[in-house]
T-cell receptor, first 116, second 114 residues
Framework: GAVVSQHPSRVICKSGTSVKIECRSL??????MFWYRQFPKKSLMLMAT?????????EQGVEKDKFLINHASLTLSTLTVTSAHPEDSSFYIC????????????FGPGTRLTVL | AQKITQTQPGMFVQEKEAVTLDCTYD???????LFWYKQPSSGEMIFLIY??????QNATEGRYSLNFQKARKSANLVISASQLGDSAMYFC???????????FGAGTTVTVRA
């Protein structure tokens, strides 16, 4: 099956710094990638939809200046948490869809962000 | 309104027994897809099974089967012959129309007892 990787898997940073998380589709081209946030024992909350070559579409309530998303190629999307604060600590998961395939979405292993 | 409702926060099941996880959904689209994912403590989301709204047969994948009742808008997951490795959180999700986005339920934590 299609493989999606995320890097880093864990990151600890100081309050006020920015953190970049990468999401890569390893063996397929992903025109659309999604970024989710998950709190412990809670559901996945969609943050934004990332389309290659265009601006990301953010869900209501998600600050686009806080969570910068770039989808520069068909295999890479990045999420940058700018000026991170402790309340940004969470599990961030990306997923990718195959072009023209509504029925398959492949998830990355997630990135655990801890802001001190 | 919630698009996906999972009413069971946690369930215990004896090893080798079957367990049913409930999922109801709400959509006005005629075309939609329903998914079940497993999330172990490691955090990765593992795809289990998919049911399309136009599929007449209930989906099955090994020990997983989806009890699709369209009129009741329910898509329950049945895990047969539970194994200790099935202990995890399980999420029901839905895609609507031509939208790639998934809406997730709150999840059900399953604990399999030896």
């Amino acid at each position: 099956g299609a493989v999606v990787s995320q890097h880093p898997s864990r990151v600890i940073c100081k309050s006020g710094t920015s953190v970049k998380i990468e999401c890569r589709s390893l063996d397929f081209q992903a025109t659309t990638m999604f970024w989710y946030r998950q709190f412990p024992k809670k559901s996945l909350m969609l943050m934004a939809t990332s389309n290659e070559g265009s601006k990301a579409t953010y869900e209501q309530g998600v600050e686009k200046d806080k969570f910068l998303i770039n989808h520069a190629s068909l295999t890479l999307s990045t999420l940058t948490v700018t000026s991170a604060h402790p309340e940004d600590s969470s599990f961030y998961i990306c997923s990718a869809s195959l072009a023209n395939s509504y029925n398959e979405q492949f998830f990355g292993p997630g990135t655990r962000l801890t802001v001190l | 309104a919630q698009k996906i409702t999972q009413t069971q926060p946690g369930m215990f099941v004896q090893e080798k027994e079957a367990v049913t996880l409930d999922c109801t959904y709400d959509t006005s689209d005629q075309s939609y897809g329903l998914f079940w994912y497993k999330q172990p403590s490691s955090g990765e989301m593992i795809f289990l099974i998919y049911q399309g709204s136009y599929d007449e047969q209930n989906a099955t994948e090994g020990r997983y089967s989806l009890n699709f009742q369209k009129a009741r808008k329910s898509a329950n997951l049945v895990i047969s012959a539970s194994q200790l490795g099935d202990s995890a959180m399980y999420f029901c999700a839905m895609r609507e129309g031509r939208d790639y986005k998934l809406s997730f339920g709150a999840g059900t934590t399953v604990t399999v007892r030896a």
